[in-house]
C-alpha cells in the first residue's frame, strides 16, 4: 500500500547544514513535495521535485530524489532557528483523485 | 501567499453540540479537502471534493459531514461533537490538474470537553 516514512526527529547547530529524509512506496509517484509546519499553523509548501528530475534547488533548499530506491531528501543550508518547525514528505498517490500521501513529519530543531 | 481561510481558529466546545468548521478559499480551485491532524502526528484525509456538489470520503473514517454548494466554501459539520473529534482541522485547495500543490489553511484546533 501507499507509505511514506521519515525519521521522526533532528537536531542542528545553527549555521550547519540539516538533511532531511523520506522514503516512500508508490514507484509511479509524479511529483514529491516538501511542506513545513510551524507551531499552531497550517502546512506551507516549501518546494516539489517531477519524478524526471534527480535534484532541484532553491536558494538555501536542495531536494534530491533517488528514484530507484524511492528515496527524496531536502537540505537546508546554512539553518536558522527561524528553520525550526516539522517537514513533512508527501507523494502523489497515482491512483485516482489529487490525493497526497504525507508522512508523520520531522521535527527539526536548532539551537545556538 | 496562499487565500484560504479557515474559522474559528480555535474553538472549545461540550459534548453533544453541533459545530461546523468553515474553510473558504478565492483561488478559484475545484478541489477541496479536508484533513485531521493529532498533535505531533501525520496528516489523515477524512473528506475530500472535486468540484461543486461533488463530496467523497477520505481514507480516515469521520463522523462529519461536508458539503460543497460554493466552489469557494467546503464547511466540514459534527452533528454531536465528543471528546474523540478533539485534533487539529486543516482544510486545502488545489487546482485541477497533475501537479496537485495544495494550499493550507491555518488550521482549526478543536477541543471537545
Known amino acids: 500500500g501507499e507509505d511514506v516514512e521519515q525519521s521522526l526527529f533532528l537536531s542542528v547547530r545553527e549555521g550547519d547544514s540539516s538533511v532531511i529524509n523520506c522514503t516512500y512506496t508508490?514507484?509511479?509517484?509524479?511529483?514529491l513535495y516538501w511542506y513545513k509546519q510551524e507551531p499552531g499553523a497550517g502546512l506551507q509548501l516549501l518546494t516539489y521535485?517531477?519524478?524526471?528530475?534527480d535534484m532541484k534547488q532553491d536558494q538555501r533548499l536542495t531536494v534530491l530524489l533517488n528514484k530507484k530506491d524511492k528515496h527524496l531528501s531536502l537540505r537546508i543550508a546554512d539553518t536558522q532557528t527561524g528553520d525550526s518547525a516539522i517537514y513533512f514528505c508527501?507523494?502523489?498517490?497515482?491512483?485516482?483523485?489529487?490525493?497526497?500521501?504525507f508522512g508523520a513529519g520531522t521535527r527539526l530543531a536548532v539551537h545556538p | 501567499e496562499a487565500d484560504i481561510y479557515q474559522t474559528p481558529r480555535y474553538l472549545v466546545i461540550g459534548t453533544g453540540k453541533k459545530i461546523t468548521l468553515e474553510c473558504s478559499q478565492t483561488?478559484?480551485?475545484?478541489?477541496m479537502y479536508w484533513y485531521q491532524q493529532d498533535p505531533g502526528m501525520e496528516l489523515h484525509l477524512i473528506h475530500y471534493?472535486?468540484?461543486?456538489?461533488?463530496?467523497e470520503k477520505g481514507d480516515l473514517s469521520s463522523e462529519s459531514t461536508v458539503s460543497r454548494i460554493r466552489t469557494e466554501h467546503f464547511p466540514l459539520t459534527l452533528e454531536s461533537a465528543r471528546p474523540s473529534h478533539t485534533s487539529q482541522y486543516l482544510c486545502?485547495?488545489?487546482?485541477?490538474?497533475?501537479?496537485?500543490?495544495?494550499?493550507f489553511g491555518p488550521g482549526t484546533r478543536l477541543t471537545v470537553l
Open positions: 486545502a485547495s488545489s487546482e485541477s490538474g497533475g501537479k496537485n500543490e495544495q494550499f
Open positions: 508508490d514507484s509511479s509517484s509524479t511529483y
Open positions: 521535485i517531477f519524478s524526471n528530475m
Open positions: 508527501a507523494e502523489t498517490f497515482s491512483g485516482g483523485y489529487n490525493k497526497l500521501i
Open positions: 483561488m478559484g480551485h475545484d478541489k
Open positions: 471534493s472535486y468540484g461543486v456538489n461533488s463530496t
